[in-house]
Structures are given as structure tokens and as C-alpha cells.
């Protein structure tokens, strides 16, 4: 199997390459089944794989011993290995806000953002507010409703809208990895493919 990334939003494309019969028809589909199983399971942290072309290149059968399971077994083991050699990423999805509050309390919010690992984009003055816009991991921003009130004496307020994916930190994957095995971690998704 050879595995690339596809473009963004395109989904999983499984092609088959395979040309002489080397794998007989019906084996392919088996074959995908497995594939789109072992993506969805994930390879990092138990995220699944989005966003990649699968190219079934080669193989070979045996008359008496193959059976659909076993091909299954193989669409599994093979996107398991190339996806080692892939060097995949774990995304996570980063929201644009907007947090409206008065100028005494904009330095808590803005402090307040920096510990959520967020960025400020901006600032702007109007009528005694000031208007804070910043990337921040959606991660980190439950709760924050809460937060930014016992900040600002409830006298902020924000909005949210999802702006991209970023590459999660190394210092949180390994700390993500190490906790899938105990369960669900943080909210966060796919892993991609690098181009």
C-alpha cells in the first residue's frame, strides 16, 4: 500500500492499483473495509485519519487460505504500517474570539487567553471597552463563559467562530498519548498526513 496526503476537506480516497489479478476482485473491497476501519480507529492517540489517499498497489493470495477476513486483516496491518512511515500529525481545531470588556480588566483577559495557549491578534479601543480578537484552541476554551464573568466582575463578553486546524504542541501529544491509554482525553481531532 502507498499512502499520501489528499486535499484538505476530500476525504479518504481508496484506489486500487492492483493489475494480473495478483489480488483477485473480490479481495478489494475486504481490503477497503479494513483500511477505512483502521482509519477510523487512528494511529495517534486513537484520533482518527482523515484526508489521505490509499493506493492498493500489490499483493498476492492463496487458493485454499485466503478469505475475506483475512484480506480485512491486511487492509488493517498495512495502513497501520504505512502510516508509521508517514510521520502523521494530530490537528486540533484553533476558534477565532472576540472578548468585549472594559480597559481596568483587559489585562486579566489578555492573561487570561495567553494561559490557554492562545494568541492575541488585536486590540481595539471603543468608548471605555476594549476589544481583544485572538486565536485560542478550542480545547482550552471550555468553561471560559464562566471565567471571563468572574474576571471582569461579569461586565466581559465574547463571541466564537471556528477559524483552522493547527498542529498540537509536542509537549501536549505526548501527554495525549500517554493518557489515551487510560481513556477519553482533550476534544480534539483528526490526524493528517504532512504533505
Keep these: 500500500m502507498k499512502i499520501e496526503p489528499n486535499e484538505k476537506g476530500k476525504g479518504i480516497e481508496v484506489i486500487n492499483e492492483i493489475v494480473g489479478g495478483v489480488i483477485p476482485k473480490e479481495y478489494i473491497k ?3 473495509a479494513g483500511i477505512l476501519e483502521a482509519a477510523n480507529n487512528g494511529v495517534v492517540a486513537g484520533y482518527p485519519v482523515i484526508d489521505f489517499k490509499a493506493r492498493i498497489v500489490d499483493g498476492s493470495f492463496h487458493e485454499v487460505d485466503s478469505s475475506e477476513i483475512a484480506f480485512k486483516m491486511a487492509g488493517i496491518f498495512a495502513f497501520k504500517d504505512a502510516m508509521a ?3 502523521p500529525i494530530l490537528l486540533e481545531p484553533i476558534m477565532k474570539i472576540e472578548v468585549t470588556v472594559p480597559e481596568e480588566f483587559q489585562g486579566d483577559i489578555m492573561g487570561d487567553i495567553n494561559r490557554r495557549r492562545g494568541h ?3 486590540m ?3 468608548e471605555g471597552a476594549c476589544i481583544v480578537t485572538a486565536m485560542v484552541p478550542l480545547e482550552t476554551m471550555f468553561g471560559y463563559a464562566t ?3 468572574s474576571l471582569s466582575k461579569g461586565r466581559a463578553s465574547y463571541s466564537m467562530e471556528p477559524s483552522h486546524f493547527d498542529q498540537v504542541p509536542a509537549q501536549l501529544l505526548t501527554k495525549l498519548i500517554e493518557t489515551s491509554n487510560k481513556g477519553p482525553g ?3 481531532t483528526p490526524v493528517l498526513c504532512p504533505p
Excluded: H, M, V
Aim: charged share 40%; aromatic share 0%; no cysteine.
Design 85 to 87: 512511515k508517514a510521520k
Design 147 to 149: 471565567d471571563i464573568r
Design 30 to 32: 475486504p481490503i477497503t
Design 186 to 188: 482533550p476534544r480534539l
Design 124 to 126: 481595539d479601543q471603543r
Design 120 to 122: 492575541i491578534q488585536g
